[in-house]
């Protein structure tokens, strides 16, 4: 199944991909690999603003690390000049989650996206991660990720 099915049969459409909000660019590549800057979960288009652990919990994070994959897929669409297909592999995804110290469930949190990315990509989603809890987050979002890929 291609990308493209897998994300019809999934019901997600792919948004536009978003302006940066300060001084960078979306992504950017180097040789076949591209580097998608961190994108913050977004809820009805504003940010998804929240902290793990005192005003969200574990599967509401995992929703909005879901939301991010989303936008990060768009935005590894726009890097690909628009054809999904050119994507060999999912390297690496960094995951941001604001919580308190207490909380201990970043890698409950990221696997919303993990999981989505291995969905539409099948073998090729299967990454390397890292999971951190942070003490704030741009715009007060619960949840930041980044994507590395490999395209062909």
Known sequence: MSVYDKLKSLNIELPAVSAPAAAYVMYAQSGNTV???GHIAKKDG???VGQLGKTMNTDEG???ARAVAIDLIATLQAACGGDLNRVR???KVMSLVNSTSEFTEQHLVTNGASELIGEVFG???KHARSAFGVAQIPLGAC???ELIAELA
């Open 35 to 37: 580097y998608l800057s």
């Open 46 to 48: 504003k940010p998804w």
């Open 62 to 64: 995992k929703q909005a």
């Open 89 to 91: 592999r999912i390297v």
């Open 123 to 125: 073998e090729q989603g």
């Open 143 to 145: 949840v930041e990720i």
